[in-house]
Nanobody
Framework: VQLVESGGGSVQSGGSLRLTCEAY????????MSWFRQVPGKEREGVAT???????AYVDSVKGRFTISQDKEKNTLYLQMDKLNPEDTGMYFC??????????????????????WGQGTQVTVSS
């Protein structure tokens, strides 16, 4: 599976961005997909997950501001990010793994749980 992200950019605090992750190649009926973000010097942290049944979960810091969704017909994952703040700045990656469900809570999701990764897209939020 190949994952390709797009949609990053620079916005001011309070603004919005929508990230897109397109999946190419073989896909299966049961999976977990996740958005991670990483800042220099820190490990990637899980931000949101969605499984093949559509169940979603979020890390506490983005609840009520970010929305993860998917379009199965287009094999595309989205992350709508609203009310952005400077702490949301980082490189955002989408990831996928063939699992029956996503591990919860999201803060317990580890990057080693996923084999398939996109190249990342930068999000910069200025105050």
């Amino acid at each position: 599976v190949q994952l390709v992200e797009s949609g990053g950019g620079s916005v001011q605090s309070g603004g919005s961005l929508r990230l897109t992750c397109e999946a190419y190649g073989n896909t299966y009926s049961s999976y977990c997909m996740s958005w991670f973000r990483q800042v220099p010097g820190k490990e990637r942290e899980g931000v949101a997950t969605i499984d093949s049944d559509g169940s979603t979960a979020y890390v506490d810091s983005v609840k009520g501001r970010f929305t993860i969704s998917q379009d199965k017909e287009k094999n595309t994952l989205y992350l709508q990010m609203d009310k952005l703040n400077p702490e949301d700045t980082g490189m955002y990656f989408c990831a996928a793994e063939y699992l029956s469900y996503c591990m919860t809570p999201v803060q317990d999701v580890d990057s080693s749980d996923f084999r398939y990764w996109g190249q990342g897209t930068q999000v910069t939020v200025s105050s």
